[in-house]
């Protein structure tokens, strides 16, 4: 009879200490092979405002230059080889498709939002180029976020739509067809990515994380923000950030430098135990 031992679920403060690990091994990797990467989002945040993890957060973000972003995918084998972590695209597509990535470690298990079983990861997501006159960068970025959207409701399970009517729709309408074109997605993928790429990188003095930057039109900041780079403090060493990272904060979250209402202090809702505990 197969083992029925309950899994040891991981306190937060292990999950967070497993995540550090994972982002120390990919940032020495990145170090190793001069690919340029920054701390991103909440986990910049974090940096700046508790110089660690928000307090109630589990995930990382970083941020590649797109060159460094693509050259990273071109090295997955040799950061298997080196470091043990892996690199998978999002929700089954595979990274050269994907619109980011995810580092993650085979050692821990993930359970997220009670849905998703994957292996515990931090998510690089790539910086792209951007058009100089503002109101062709919001429409880029507008166009991006669209693309977005439709890709995460194209693969997002039924069980896990927040509406009733949402996932009818996924049922009834969208499953079939995404079961009869299983490449639907993949499709949608490669057109935000086109999106993402549309302006050579280089090529112009602004920049933001496009293909998933989840704030739309405010990623935008100056292309000079990636050097020089500032360094920052998250957990026990420095990691690179924006050099320019007061404006991107501030574009971001207004005033950072203040706790939200507990109400907003939510976590992604993930239970995460060691893979040597699966039966």
Same mark, same amino acid.
């Given at each position: 009879m197969?083992?029925q031992?309950?899994?040891?679920?991981l306190?937060?403060?292990?999950?967070?200490?497993?995540?550090?690990a994972v982002?120390?091994?990919y940032?020495?990797?990145?170090?190793r092979r001069?690919?340029a990467y920054?701390l991103v989002?909440?986990?910049?945040?974090?940096?700046?405002?508790?110089h660690?993890?928000?307090p109630?957060?589990?995930?990382?973000?970083?941020?590649?230059?797109?060159?460094?972003?693509?050259?990273?995918?071109?090295n997955?084998?040799?950061?298997e080889?080196?470091t043990?972590?892996r690199?998978?695209g999002?929700r089954n597509?595979s990274?050269?498709d994907?619109?980011?990535?995810?580092?993650?470690t085979?050692e821990?298990?993930?359970l997220e939002a009670g849905?998703?079983?994957?292996?515990?990861?931090?998510?690089v997501?790539?910086?792209d180029a951007?058009p100089?006159?503002k109101d062709e960068?919001d429409?880029?970025c507008?166009?991006?976020?669209?693309?977005?959207r439709?890709?995460?409701?194209?693969?997002t399970?039924k069980?896990?739509q927040?509406?009733p009517?949402?996932?009818?729709?996924k049922t009834?309408?969208?499953?079939p067809?995404?079961?009869?074109?299983?490449?639907v997605?993949?499709?949608? +993928?490669?057109?935000?990515?086109k999106t993402? $790429?549309?302006?050579?990188?280089?090529?112009t003095?602004?920049? &933001? *994380?496009?293909? =998933?930057g989840m704030?739309?039109?405010?990623?935008r900041i100056?292309?000079s923000?990636?050097?020089?780079?500032?360094?920052?403090?998250f957990?026990?060493?420095?990691?690179?950030a924006?050099?320019?990272?007061?404006l991107?904060? +501030?574009n971001l979250?207004g005033d950072y430098? $203040?706790l939200p209402p507990?109400?907003?202090?939510?976590?992604? &809702? *993930?239970?995460a =135990?060691r893979?040597?505990?699966?039966?």
């Amino acid at each position: 009879m197969a083992d029925q031992t309950p899994r040891q679920i991981l306190s937060k403060d292990d999950v967070q200490n497993e995540l550090l690990a994972v982002l120390d091994a990919y940032a020495s990797f990145c170090e190793r092979r001069n690919l340029a990467y920054c701390l991103v989002g909440g986990t910049l945040l974090g940096a700046v405002r508790h110089h660690g993890f928000i307090p109630w957060d589990d995930d990382i973000d970083v941020g590649m230059p797109r060159p460094d972003y693509d050259a990273l995918v071109e090295n997955a084998q040799a950061l298997e080889d080196e470091t043990g972590l892996r690199i998978e695209g999002f929700r089954n597509l595979s990274p050269q498709d994907s619109p980011m990535l995810k580092i993650v470690t085979p050692e821990i298990r993930v359970l997220e939002a009670g849905v998703y079983p994957t292996d515990l990861w931090i998510d690089v997501l790539p910086i792209d180029a951007l058009p100089d006159p503002k109101d062709e960068s919001d429409a880029q970025c507008r166009k991006a976020g669209r693309l977005r959207r439709i890709l995460a409701f194209l693969t997002t399970p039924k069980t896990a739509q927040s509406h009733p009517l949402v996932g009818a729709v996924k049922t009834f309408a969208v499953q079939p067809l995404a079961n009869r074109f299983p490449a639907v997605p993949t499709v949608v +993928s490669r057109a935000l990515q086109k999106t993402a $790429t549309s302006i050579p990188f280089g090529t112009t003095g602004h920049v &933001g *994380i496009v293909s =998933w930057g989840m704030y739309g039109e405010r990623e935008r900041i100056p292309a000079s923000s990636l050097n020089p780079m500032a360094e920052v403090r998250f957990g026990p060493r420095t990691f690179p950030a924006f050099g320019t990272w007061d404006l991107y904060l +501030s574009n971001l979250y207004g005033d950072y430098m $203040t706790l939200p209402p507990k109400n907003q202090q939510i976590s992604h &809702g *993930i239970q995460a =135990w060691r893979a040597k505990e699966d039966h």
